[in-house]
């Protein structure tokens, strides 16, 4: 199934899509109340927003080995009971599909980073070791970590370099099932373009932290709530963006999110 976010006469409205048609639900899919309405809409009617809104935004970084290398950065996971390298974005740098990367004018080296995203449907704390993730996972979606990379290099921690305003493209829409299997995420192709041309294309079943692994980490940390973000990492061959330029991550089985990138306005 998937799961669009839309606007609607100035409401936030949510629906499941299928064969290009809008069945509207009356809330979130993962609302206890939720249900399907009589009311039916065709796709291209309303503008898609961001799959979700979620509370927080929780990044893998380094979770592709070529990617760590072509960083300069060791490989992670080599060290016995090494974790995950964990950080933040906020979700105020969420923009829906279609919309503007807004170039900084404190960065000389915006780049795109695409990824597979997974949307938490039930709230998961302290999840065990062998324990499934499917009953806590809602779906899957593409994503677009943006990065600043001059203030990435330069600060000593991400903050800066990964959060500003529509540094996060989420979208087109929410992918229950993106192939079959127990494992619905693994084996998944994620490929970004920049103008047409193929710049990254990495598949998941490379991820260095398994999906169990991340979300075993993050909730021995923080609790997950319905509609937050785990961005998985993105494979190698993250470049520079510039002003006018069509950004696309797809990933087979969930569809392409597709960003333009604009310069910032000057005072």
């Not at 993962?30 to 898609?48: F, I, K, N």
């Not at 080296?109 to 995203?117: N, S």
């Not at 677009?144 to 996060?168: E, H, I, Y």
């Not at 079959?180 to 047409?196: A, F, H, I, S, Y």
């Amino acid at each position: 199934m998937r799961w669009v976010r839309f606007e609607q006469d100035g409401e936030i409205c949510w629906g499941h899509l299928e064969e290009g048609t809008i069945t509207v639900h009356s809330g979130a899919p993962w609302a206890a109340c939720r249900h399907a309405t009589t009311e039916r809409l065709p796709l291209e009617s309303v503008p898609l927003l961001a799959p979700c809104q979620p509370g927080k935004i929780i990044c893998v970084g380094r979770n592709y080995a070529a990617h760590a290398r072509e960083l300069g950065h060791a490989v992670p996971g080599a060290a016995p009971g090494e974790a995950p390298l964990l950080f933040m974005k906020p979700p105020s740098a969420i923009i829906a599909p279609g919309a503007a990367i807004v170039l900084p004018p404190v960065s000389r080296q915006v780049e795109h980073e695409g990824e597979l995203a997974v949307i938490i449907g039930k709230r998961c704390r302290r999840l065990g070791a062998g324990e499934p993730v499917t009953p806590y996972v809602l779906g899957y979606t593409c994503l677009n970590d943006v990065t600043a990379r001059d203030l990435q290099q330069t600060d000593k921690q991400w903050t800066r370099a990964k959060g500003f305003d529509t540094f996060c493209p989420l979208g087109p829409w929410i992918e229950t099932a993106p192939q079959p299997g127990p494992r619905p995420w693994d084996g998944l192709q994620v490929e970004t373009r920049v103008n047409g041309e193929l710049r990254q294309s990495g598949n998941t079943r490379d991820f260095i932290f398994s999906l169990e692994r991340v979300l075993q980490e993050i909730t021995a940390v923080m609790t997950l709530e319905p509609g937050d973000v785990i961005a998985t990492g993105t494979p190698a061959g993250v470049g520079k963006l510039a002003p006018g330029d069509r950004v696309e991550v797809t990933i087979p089985g969930i569809g392409t999110l597709a960003n333009t990138v604009a310069a910032a306005d000057t005072p």
